[in-house]
């Protein structure tokens, strides 16, 4: 049994990577801002928000055989002393990313694609994106200042869960109420034909576990998917046969004016990008193979029947 913390680990990937670990044996400490009890005794809840300084106060005395970090950074100046902090308490500290840097460039996207923060040349995005800018730049410092160290990067997809459901730029649980309200739903044309980055979080939570404890992921970066490539018009047919959901295929103008814009470089800088996945590496470091996953419809059945559940309880 090793013992593991993972920090802000109540989410939706969070949630799946606990499961897996304690699946394998292992004890789970969780930092989360959510209220969250156990009936495990291997898997604890802590409540509060991963500052420095609660961190410091969290970990003195303690160490771990892992730390998973779901912490993100916008401003990456605050990540250093929490890096250093975090080194120090545990034998391998994994870091989240997104595969939200990658550039639209090389199909299938593997580990060694280009970034957008190095071939973009949208001055706007480079300055103002305080995700996969950020996440980017998170990943340069650990490569620049913490080369021989015992870190590992992860770079998920969109993993939804009960928590969210993901559809283009609809997220959260906006797309849910939208169905359920028998709303005809825009989506852009330009995405449908597009693979898109999106996967279960059981899946992704599976890979994030079985990554821990090895030498050899230290100092590497792994892409999180099972990489079933589904385009976002075969996700919308999962929908439509789960849920009856309506949906209307407009243009790229026609849904931005629907959503407002909203997360708009999300949209063109992700979602409107081929993000066929090639996860040869991750499967070869975790030892997993595809029938380890549940595919994205098995996933989506679980999540809405969990929701079905919790409502019939209320």
């Known amino acids: 049994m090793k013992k ?19 699946r394998l044996g292992h004890k789970v400490d969780i930092i989360c801002l959510e209220d969250k009890a ?10 509060g928000e991963a500052s420095l300084e609660y961190l410091e106060d969290f970990l003195k005395n303690k160490s771990y055989d892992g730390i998973v970090n779901f912490i993100h950074y916008p401003n990456v100046e605050e990540y250093p002393p929490i890096h250093s902090l975090l080194i120090s308490h545990t034998n391998h500290l994994v870091v989240l990313s997104s ?28 300055k103002t994106e305080k995700y996969a800018i950020s996440k980017a730049k998170l990943e340069k410092y650990l490569h620049k200042e913490c080369e021989g160290q015992n870190w590992t990067i992860v770079r998920p997809v969109i ?5 969210r459901f993901d559809l283009v730029t609809y997220f959260g649980h906006d797309l849910l109420t939208k169905i359920k309200n028998g709303e005809t739903i825009p989506l852009p044309m330009n995405a449908k034909n597009l693979a898109a980055g999106l996967d279960w979080a059981g899946n992704s939570g599976k890979l994030i576990a079985n ?40 243009t790229l103008e026609q849904y931005l004016k629907a959503t407002n814009n909203y997360n708009y470089y999300a949209l063109l800088y992700d979602r409107l990008f081929d ?20 595919s ?16 019939n309880k209320l």
């Not at 009936?39 to 409540?47: I, M, R, S, T, V």
């Not at 590497?220 to 949906?247: C, D, H, P, R």
């Open 4 to 22: 593991i913390l993972l920090i802000g680990g109540g989410g939706t990937l969070g949630t799946y990577t606990a499961k897996e670990l304690l």
């Open 38 to 47: 156990s009936d495990n005794e291997n898997l604890a809840f802590y409540k």
């Open 99 to 126: 595969y939200r840097v990658y550039a639209d460039e090389q199909h299938p996207v593997t580990e060694t694609a280009p970034m957008l923060l190095d071939v973009s040349t949208d001055k706007d995005f480079i």
């Open 159 to 163: 993993s939804f869960s009960k928590l």
């Open 211 to 250: 990554l821990l404890f090895k030498e050899e992921c230290f100092g590497e970066a792994y892409t999180v998917s099972s990489a079933q490539n589904l385009t976002w018009g075969e996700v919308a047919e999962i929908y439509t046969e789960l849920m009856g959901a309506k949906f209307e295929w407009v």
């Open 275 to 294: 993000r066929q996945i090639d996860n040869s590496k991750i499967l070869k470091a975790t030892g997993l193979t595809k029938n380890d996953f549940l």
């Open 296 to 311: 994205v419809k098995e996933g989506l059945k679980i999540e809405l029947d969990k929701i079905e559940q919790e409502v």
